[in-house]
């Protein structure tokens, strides 16, 4: 590991904090993580994007906001869903947010995980006649989006303006932006077909498979058959490889309280998702001590250079502020962390 960063879920409303907690809070609260996270040297700030739902819906705005207050942190998504987007308007935003960030920004995206509105991806106008779960189109649009991002010509030009046969491309142009996008994939097979694309590979928060190997290992053999896959497709530059974790460090009364207690408790899960049998992660809680050695055990954080902690942005900044100190104090130099003024990770920027 030589990068972590924060992945936020983006709740809000009723029940999900005391007192009021609305789109307001939660929105202005993710920038103040960000901010707070970059004074301590994390590497990127990272956020889920959900249709339909009291969550994080339109990431560009925070990421903008992010970027703006800060100068080393690396913001992106995990992930965009693909079959909700116009793919040369995200590029376009996408590039302007990579200039106005100089080059900070790591998009994650993918065919998205089950929403609560049913194929609500036609309702922002997009239809796909041959998969239920759209997973044609956020295939193709993925291809039109990455086409975009590399400056290829997209459209006719006006032949009154340029003369016959001319062809524009999106405007602006982030040079090496095609880099720094990530493939959420829940499968092997969709790691391999990440590597085939050219982009990096964020593994998912779960894995739409379930052989009885745990999740770590699940993941693992994920991670090696991307590179496998990377290597025999040629590709002439160094992919990155995320994971994500719930881990917290046991280091106060409180985070005893929230997340010691039941500790003991926690482990792998086989759960039914988008009508798949599907393998969860475990929840890391322990002292440090405790949770260096067991971090080390986890097979696919050894191959990662990046490691993205889920955490419970609706308990507040302080305490999320706290639980990202805690692990950048207390556990990530043991893990070969390096913060985020030392200089990029392998991969960006470019």
Known sequence: MKAFGFLSFGHYGPGAAPGEYGAKEALKQAVEIGVGADEIGVNGAYFRVHHFARQAASPIPVLSAIAAKTKHIEVGTGVIDMRYENPLYLAEEAAALDILADGRVALGVSRGSPEPAERGWEAFGYLDSEDAKGANIARAKFGKFMAAVKGEKMAPADPKQFGPGARLSIEPHAPGLDRRIWWGAATRATGEWAAEQGVNLMSSTLLTEATGDSFADLQREQIDKFREAWKEAGHDWTPRVSVSRSIFPITTDLDDLYFGRRSHEDGDQIGIIDDMRSTFGKTYAAAP???????????????????????????????????????????????????????????YPI
């Open 289 to 347: 001590d405790v949770l260096i050695e067991q971090l080390k055990d986890d097979p696919a954080i050894e191959a990662a250079d990046t490691v993205m902690l889920t955490i419970p942005s609706q308990i507040g900044v302080d305490y999320n502020l706290h639980v990202l100190q805690s692990f950048a104090e207390h556990v990530a130099p043991a893990l070969g962390w390096k913060p985020n003024w030392e200089g990029p990770v392998i991969g």
